[in-house]
DNA sequence: AGTATGATTGCGGGTTCCCGCATATTGGGT
DNA sequence: ACCCAATATGCGGGAACCCGCAATCATACT
């Protein structure tokens, strides 16, 4: 059995190769990489299927490179070790894991123990393991009436990205009205209204920024999350000339 | 000589533990804290002059702890151990610096030797130390004409925050058209325009949402200056009734 | 003083956003 | 087939945003 690490901080990647070591004696050869790209190709070089790595690094961060590694081969398991559960990362992973396929989500603030049986679960058992946190986090995001559908989301990736109502109609495939309902929602959901401190006279909020911020600070958002819809919308926009 | 040490990741902070008292044979005591919060208490109680700290971290971030140590007792010494280099740290830092402290910006990923020598030149020769890349960031970024003015990132967050001209006139002290004219002189240094790819007819991007988002993905702003923003704001909101 | 450069303000317009109201359309569940 | 709830669409109006133009104010340089 090979391990492929992807891990951009020098101390954590010996770390892990420390533990994986450890809990895995079947293991015959430990393989290091420190961003997503050089992943991408190691694990299409050495044709690995057991991967341990972060999601938040420098060049590609994680979630890209999971995408591409289970698109050349979807019965790779990877096991997520990430600082945080924020429900950025957990709805970008939930989104590209592929059908049935083996994976984990374990916290680096996990102790040595857990991390190892995570590891021996998904790479011998072929068992899914996601820390407790994470799951709370996952089903509260999905629970309707509190947490964004995905078809909301999506709307608030859009206006995260800046574009306009009628651009985000005709990207979506829905009337101007539509976006502008589910942008409603969305607010709702958020707890955004144009507040002023005394009356409801001037309304120091604009709701579409407000609304990016709060989901920011709240992390249904962050930089890895923005940095992928850019990406999308860059194709989207070439694509439709 | 007693030197506090911040930082969130046991790893990293066993690593600068080791780190220090290799490079400070003076140092006579090292205490450990694990986020911001404890940062501030802890150089209150033993009155440290020294400290060593991440910017990112959970809690409370470094820039906020630091602000706070540093207007207990300006001439304490404060080394910054950083993963990155972005704009929004930077500024954050410079900030808050009380005049003619001495201070350190080194970046996780330089060599021990460089960490060390940091070390001794801050603490002992008292003389500030800043990273190369973030002394080059520095520069760009305060350059009229490249980086945005003082005034214009006061502004920028206050888009990213949500809020509306008119409550922007009135925080800044502006007149509308004011704030509006330096938003347009923050569109153009961030290449934001209406963008459609065919001929100008439509407009995709709603500029003000639009740069956020180009802040963002530029690093001008990150997480932790929004949540010091919006911090700010609330304040501001309360105080105005 | 004189002038030049740049920031600030006011005005007016065109566009986009936000939303209330009313009318389809869709997708189950019985 | 029927109904119900949720979603999608159209229309219209008030507010906010974006910006060109022009007048005023500040500051610095000669």
Redesign the pocket.
Known sequence: MKVLIVEDDPLHRSYLNEQVRAALPECTAVIEATDGLEAEQLAREHNTAHVVMDLQMSKRNGIEAARTIWREKPDRRILFWSNYSDEAYVRGVSRIVPNGAAYGYVLKSAADERLKLALRSIFIENQCVIDNEVRGMQQRSFS?NIGL?E?EYEILMDIALG????AI?QRR?????????????I?GKLDI??VSSSQHD??TF????RAVTEAMLRKLLNYGALERAEADLKTWLSERG
Request: aromatic share 6%.
């Open positions: 309707p559908t078809a574009m306009t109502d009628r109609a495939h829905l009337s101007l009205r539509s976006v502008q309902n589910r942008l409603t929602q607010y209204y144009q001037d309304g604009n709701l579409r920024a």
